[in-house]
């Protein structure tokens, strides 16, 4: 996602329902994207990965969609839990390039009981 | 395994101080990273190693030197600390290439006075 001057973009989500974190990237050549959650105090932890030749991939409970046409990722959360709440970045780089991973700003994932 | 630690947690410098920051994994890693995490800036890369003995340019190396005398150690230098220099500390390994997973280290709070 991307942010608002120095605050981060919030989505609110119940207890048990589905979550989609959007992610807009910035370069067309990239071609290999990831998924990092980020706890409160904590360094990110890798979720789930996918490469430009495919559109979708899903893992337990989280699914991400890559729309190369628009430049567009997305994590979707399944039945989310008080333990979802955190930031999401999405990272993007060039596998054959300089290998340099660029992650976006993060989104707020705030869970409502 | 500990994984990717950090030392220290937190510290206080004074503009003008220098201080080392410590990363160490135990995971055999060949790839280490150094990042920092600002509000609304999501993680930037200050410099990298690709091995033992090698270091790299990230996207925002400068005021800050890096050494990487063995496998799993990567150490972070700050000769004159500035006010621009307040930020969280990440490191993290990856196997080989940035296209493997990436595992963090829990974060270093640095502010400079």
């Known amino acids: 996602g991307e942010s608002v001057g120095l605050h981060l973009p919030t989505l609110s989500v119940q207890e048990g329902d589905n979550s989609i974190i959007n992610c807009a990237y910035s370069?067309?050549?990239?071609?290999?994207f990831i998924w990092y959650k980020q706890e409160s105090g904590k360094g990110p932890q890798f979720i789930i990965d996918?490469?430009?030749?495919?559109d979708k991939r899903q893992g337990q409970r989280v699914t991400v969609l890559l729309n190369k046409t628009v430049k567009h990722l997305s994590l979707q959360i399944a039945a989310t839990q008080p333990g979802d709440s955190a930031v999401y970045f999405c990272?993007?780089?060039?596998?054959?390039?300089?290998?340099?991973?660029?992650f976006g700003k993060g989104t707020r994932l705030h869970i409502l009981p | 395994n500990a994984g990717v630690t950090q030392t220290p947690k937190f510290r206080v410098l004074k503009t003008g101080q220098s201080m080392t920051l410590l990363c160490a994994q135990d995971?055999?890693?060949?790839?280490m990273y150094w990042y920092r995490q600002d509000p609304g800036m999501g993680l930037r890369l200050i410099h990298y190693?690709?091995?033992?003995?090698?270091?790299a340019k990230g996207e925002v190396p400068d005021g800050y030197n890096v050494s990487r005398l063995k496998k799993q150690n990567f150490l972070l230098g700050l000769e004159s600390a500035a006010p621009s220099q307040t930020s969280v500390y990440f490191c993290?390994?990856?196997?080989?290439?940035?296209?493997?997973?990436?595992?963090f280290g829990p974060g270093t709070r640095l502010t400079v006075l």
């Open positions: 993290a390994s990856s196997r080989w290439r940035s296209t493997d997973t990436q595992y």
């Open positions: 370069n067309s050549a990239s071609d290999y």
């Open positions: 996918i490469r430009s030749n495919m």
């Open positions: 990272a993007e780089l060039r596998m054959n390039r300089d290998d340099k991973i660029i």
């Open positions: 995971m055999n890693h060949e790839y």
């Open positions: 190693s690709v091995g033992e003995g090698t270091t």
